[in-house]
């Protein structure tokens, strides 16, 4: 779950690690009441969970209390990269002197946790490992061991701070670092980390993701994530509620599958015979009929679907129970072509449910796909 | 002797009382592999489907010397403690079917496991089967025919799928390893594809991938710096899956740049591999290979 840069702040005044005072709003009377509290010159910065929101207009200054009512009514409800701005953070500017970048994030191949940190900050960090590699140091940390002191050294000396700021870094990548594993993320990063004006370190910004699957010992990460529901189209946030995986594409044929593999395969071999998918839907392992049915009503249900391809391969599920879940959805919604590849667990009895009402039961993946492809261009 | 599971294989299963563990456990009987006991904390005593059950690991090791392989089933909550468990007790092989742990949690007894040279496959995983030998994980056994093909993928059913299809037509399964789809697996297709070039059961390899982080292109290039003296045929999935979305498990995703199917399949091309465009041509591909 990837935090709003508000959110992040608060993880991060929880953690000690210093930043200009801030607060959030979502319309431009409370964004004036919040900068009432704060000390001009402010920044007024758009929250939305995308990147390049500056340079969409998103982050603009204000001196005094009615310009930031000005820009806030600005930037509340415009849209970048199609996401409305619902809600605004607004900061104390700092002075900045340097912007430099440190972040922890996960090495899926080494199976360590990063430190990554540059001598520029501020922009997109793979950009700057393009661009500028030599600006960027990265070192692998066990996870047993942590962060040790050897490392923040280390890193200090190539981000070539004035000696008399080691203390103060040492604290905020330790800090830093105690975030990321005490609160299980994916990422946690500071971009930029500035350097000021008068000598002093602070976050400018906050970019946090947290593993989904670690959710159960965060509750304050638990409450965060069912407020996330609320900004999800319907039919995400409907398939999210029946605890299927789902994903909105532009096609018109409904992929359904069991298993994220092969409902992606589906979707493949959908487009490699020049048909396309409307979205990607797994309905996971061991799926009983309500499951199979409240998937398909819901596919049936998006205008969008012009026919519906069911691919299911029965490990653990049970070819008869979604064949049963298929019926159970045509009875309410009857009008849509269906196309069944099913093979597996109990595969006979499924067949017969689904052929006694007149469902065809096709034998290859290959076959269902083209057979898909064709009914939605008719 | 094929890799990771076969004839010696001796059988551990962790949370054996539980849903899951009890209906594998039948089923993996059922296949003939050879499970001598069962671990649930609090439930030592009892037996599930003739198997006995005990309230630790090193219970089970002092009654069962054998054990030289382990199961999980345990809820993602306790699954770290259970395999730091296992570990703890030497036992060489452990297979983590559990899905949903946190990665954190994966990353220390994938590490914790490196030090005590435990061999780790999953976590998220189908698991292993040997066919006709030893099944030590959750697949439908019957698609999986004996033959000289190793299989190694990221993803469970799509797994099923290809070996449906490499049984299918004649070639046959030496092994299948699930390596799992989580961001951190235990075992990698570079440590499985070097177990598989050891195996004088196996002919040619057969890697599945799948969209979110590098492992296919680090396995190219592994490929192209090592060469390799088996045929290796790909399958990449998620071809048509948009960037930024999350695909069912918490690996399938194309972030920040990288893990896109275009770029595993570039590398995988300019090692030499073949990348089947689609499930049923694999067959095909292989028989080419091995004329």
Same mark, same amino acid.
């Given at each position: 779950m990837k935090l709003y840069e508000y959110e992040g702040r608060r993880l991060f005044e929880l953690y000690n690690i210093p930043q200009a005072r801030s607060g959030v709003a979502s319309t431009p009377s409370e964004a004036r009441a919040v900068a009432e509290k704060l000390s001009p010159p402010y920044v007024v910065k758009a929250q939305v969970l995308v990147g390049g929101r500056g340079k969409a207009g998103g982050i603009k200054f204000a001196e005094t209390l009615e310009q930031v009512e000005l820009v806030a009514k600005k930037i509340l409800g415009m849209k970048i990269k199609g996401i409305t701005v619902k809600k605004v953070l607004i900061v104390e500017r700092v002075d900045i002197a340097r912007e430099l970048y440190l972040g922890y994030i996960l090495n899926r191949s080494l199976r360590t946790i990063d430190l990554l940190a540059s001598s520029i900050g501020g922009i997109d960090i793979e950009a700057v490992a393009r +661009?500028?590699?030599?600006?960027l140091i990265k070192i692998s940390i066990d996870p047993i061991l942590g962060l040790q002191n050897f490392m923040v050294r280390r890193v200090f000396k190539h981000l070539? !701070?004035?000696?008399?700021?080691f203390d103060d870094f040492k604290a905020i990548a330790s800090s830093l670092y105690s975030l990321f594993v005490e609160y299980d993320c994916e990422l946690a990063e500071i971009n930029p980390l500035a350097l000021t004006a008068d000598n002093k370190l602070v976050a400018v910004d906050s970019k946090v993701i947290i593993d989904d699957n670690s959710l159960f010992r965060h509750p304050d990460m638990l409450q965060l994530k069912s407020e996330r529901l609320? +900004? !999800?189209s319907e039919i995400e946030r409907k398939a999210k509620l029946l605890g299927l995986s789902y994903v909105k594409l532009n096609g018109n044929i409904g992929i359904i599958g069991n298993g994220a593999g092969l409902t992606m395969a589906t979707m493949d071999l959908v487009s490699f015979y020049g048909g396309a998918p409307a979205n990607f839907l797994d309905i996971g392992g061991g799926a009983r009929r309500e499951r199979v049915e409240n998937a398909l009503s819901l596919i049936l249900e998006d205008p969008q679907v012009k026919v519906v391809l069911i691919n299911i391969l029965g490990g653990i599920t049970k070819c008869d129970e979604v064949a049963l879940g298929i019926v159970s959805a045509l009875e309410k919604h009857d009008n849509k072509p269906v196309v069944v590849r099913m093979m597996g667990t109990r595969e006979d009895e499924g067949k017969a449910i689904l052929e006694s009402r007149g469902i065809k039961v096709l034998e290859s993946m290959d076959e269902a796909a083209r057979v898909a492809v064709n009914l939605s261009k008719g | 002797m094929p890799i990771l599971v076969n004839e010696d294989t001796r059988l551990l299963v962790q949370g054996i009382t539980g849903r899951e563990g009890s209906f594998h456990t039948k089923l993996m009987l059922d296949y003939g592999t050879k499970i001598l006991a069962g671990v649930t904390p609090g439930k030592g005593g009892q037996k599930v489907h003739g198997i006995p059950v005990y309230d630790s690991v090193d219970e089970a090791i002092e009654k069962h010397p054998e054990i030289n392989t382990s199961i999980v089933f345990v809820p993602a909550k306790f699954a770290y403690d259970a395999v730091l468990e296992a570990v703890n007790c030497g036992i060489e092989l452990i297979v983590v079917i559990t899905e949903h742990i946190p990665v954190h949690d994966s990353l220390k007894f994938i590490r914790y496991a490196k030090y005590r040279r435990s061999l780790i496959v999953g976590p998220n995983t189908p698991g292993v089967i040997s066919p006709g030998l030893s099944k030590v994980g959750i697949?439908?056994?019957?698609?999986f025919k004996r033959g000289k093909i190793g299989l190694v993928s990221r993803s469970g059913t799509l797994t099923y799928e290809v070996a449906n299809e490499i049984s299918k037509s004649g070639l046959g399964i030496s092994t299948s390893v699930g390596i799992g789809g989580d961001p951190v697996n235990g075992l990698d297709f570079i440590e499985t594809a070097k177990f598989f070039l050891e195996d004088e059961n196996t002919d040619a390899l057969v890697i599945v991938g799948e969209i979110g982080g590098d492992a296919e292109e680090r396995f190219a290039s592994f490929i192209e710096k090592t060469g390799f003296e088996k045929p290796v045929v790909a399958y990449i999935t998620g071809r048509t899956a948009p960037p930024g979305k999350r695909m069912g498990h918490a690996g399938a995703i194309i972030s920040m740049g990288t893990g896109d199917a275009k770029s595993k399949i570039e590398a995988l091309n300019n090692a030499g591999i073949q990348v089947a465009e689609t499930v049923s041509s694999i067959p095909k591909i292989l028989f080419n290979l091995l004329k």
């Open positions: +661009e500028k590699p030599r600006a070539n !701070l004035d000696s008399s700021l609320a +900004e !999800l | 697949m439908p056994g019957k698609v």
